[in-house]
């Protein structure tokens, strides 16, 4: 059973297998771990590459970049950067990408992150704490229908209108909100029902969190930046773990997989297909048991089509 603070990397086996599955036995290239996180899949990546392989990865999270400092491997390097910035990567370069989206254990179970309704502590939710505005810095100034907007769409969150004027209501008594406890408390009292065993602020800090790190853009601005920095026959693989996220990644990978046909010129030849799909998987039960935190996991993979000569 994981505990609180440690992290243990979902579908670590599978992720890894299907990223190097075309590579052979001791893969060369260059290699992609969009998001570090605790480092769980790129040591296991350098594990398996050769001396001739490279391993870059990306990470927004200061702490992200102090651990993988402790990897002493001249084969990796890492940038303080989201993976939006895959886009700097030359054309056809990269050999496969993997993308773990979310947020660690350690960062869920830190009160100082402010991620969790779990824990009290200051309401930030910023993925880089380096740079950008906080949650509570961002509630303290929106208005309801900025926030109602955010929370119904990043939280799917049916109570987004009165949750989005008790935030206002309260900033206008008593000042703005400032930390976790208070805002899940307040949400606790402005949602009328919720489903059996779901905190009732999980909707609400999901999307807070979502917004204020641009997490979906960021998401397909990498997607789109895969079609170019890959080369033919490099895999892209991506675990997400809520539904908005793995909608983006579905609808991507099934867009690019098939031929393109032009309207406008119905006699011109069509644009080949860019990806194809090679299926879905979800964690087994026995890792599930082993991690809670897995049972929402999704991991989808493509691979990029041969370009046409």
Same mark, same amino acid.
């Given at each position: 059973?994981?505990?609180? &603070? +440690?992290?243990?990397?979902? =579908?670590?086996?599978?992720?890894?297998?299907?990223?190097?599955?075309?590579? $052979?036995?001791?893969?060369?290239? =260059?290699?992609?771990?969009?998001?570090?996180?605790?480092?769980?899949?790129?040591?296991?990546? =350098?594990?398996?590459?050769?001396?001739?392989?490279?391993?870059?990865?990306?990470?927004?999270?200061?702490?992200?970049?102090?651990?993988?400092?402790?990897?002493?491997?001249?084969?990796?390097?890492?940038?303080h950067?989201?993976?939006?910035?895959?886009? @700097?990567l030359?054309?056809?370069?990269?050999?496969?990408?993997?993308?773990?989206?979310?947020?660690?254990s350690?960062?869920?179970?830190?009160? @100082?992150?402010?991620?969790?309704?779990?824990?009290?502590?200051?309401?930030?939710?910023?993925?880089?704490?380096?740079?950008?505005?906080?949650?509570?810095?961002?509630?303290?100034?929106?208005?309801?229908?900025?926030?109602?907007?955010?929370?119904?769409?990043?939280?799917?969150?049916?109570?987004? &209108?009165?949750?989005?004027?008790a935030?206002?209501?309260?900033?206008q008594?008593?000042?703005?909100? +400032?930390?976790?406890?208070?805002?899940?408390d307040?949400?606790?009292?402005?949602?009328?029902?919720?489903?059996? &065993?779901?905190?009732?602020?999980?909707?609400?800090?999901?999307?807070?969190r979502?917004?204020?790190?641009?997490?979906? @853009?960021?998401?397909?601005?990498?997607l789109?930046?895969?079609?170019?920095? =890959?080369?033919p026959?490099?895999?892209?693989?991506?675990?997400?773990?809520?539904?908005? @996220?793995?909608?983006?990644?579905?609808?991507?990978?099934?867009?690019?997989?098939?031929?393109?046909?032009?309207?406008?010129?119905?006699f011109?030849?069509?644009?080949?297909?860019?990806?194809?799909?090679? $299926?879905?998987?979800k964690?087994g039960?026995?890792?599930?048991?082993?991690?809670?935190?897995?049972?929402s996991?999704v991991?989808?993979?493509?691979?990029?089509?041969?370009?046409p000569?």
């Amino acid at each position: 059973m994981a505990h609180a &603070g +440690e992290h243990r990397t979902v =579908l670590l086996d599978e992720a890894v297998d299907a990223l190097l599955e075309r590579a $052979g036995e001791a893969p060369a290239g =260059l290699w992609v771990d969009a998001t570090f996180g605790r480092g769980g899949h790129t040591r296991r990546i =350098l594990s398996r590459l050769s001396p001739q392989g490279r391993l870059l990865a990306f990470d927004k999270d200061p702490q992200a970049i102090e651990e993988a400092a402790r990897i002493q491997d001249a084969r990796f390097c890492i940038r303080h950067a989201g993976f939006r910035h895959l886009t @700097e990567l030359p054309a056809g370069s990269v050999a496969g990408v993997l993308m773990d989206l979310g947020v660690s254990s350690p960062q869920i179970d830190a009160p @100082e992150r402010g991620f969790s309704f779990r824990f009290d502590g200051p309401l930030d939710m910023r993925m880089d704490t380096t740079r950008g505005q906080s949650a509570a810095d961002w509630l303290a100034h929106a208005d309801v229908a900025q926030i109602a907007e955010v929370i119904r769409e990043y939280g799917e969150e049916r109570f987004a &209108g009165p949750i989005a004027k008790a935030i206002v209501a309260r900033r206008q008594e008593r000042g703005p909100l +400032e930390r976790t406890a208070e805002l899940a408390d307040l949400v606790a009292g402005a949602v009328k029902t919720r489903e059996p &065993g779901q905190n009732p602020a999980t909707r609400t800090f999901q999307a807070l969190r979502i917004f204020i790190n641009a997490e979906l @853009e960021e998401l397909q601005q990498a997607l789109e930046a895969c079609l170019t920095v =890959l080369a033919p026959g490099g895999r892209l693989v991506v675990i997400s773990f809520h539904s908005l @996220e793995d909608r983006i990644v579905k609808q991507f990978i099934a867009q690019h997989s098939k031929e393109v046909f032009d309207r406008r010129a119905p006699f011109a030849a069509p644009q080949p297909m860019r990806l194809k799909a090679l $299926g879905r998987i979800k964690p087994g039960a026995a890792e599930v048991a082993a991690n809670p935190r897995a049972r929402s996991a999704v991991m989808r993979v493509a691979e990029r089509t041969e370009v046409p000569a």
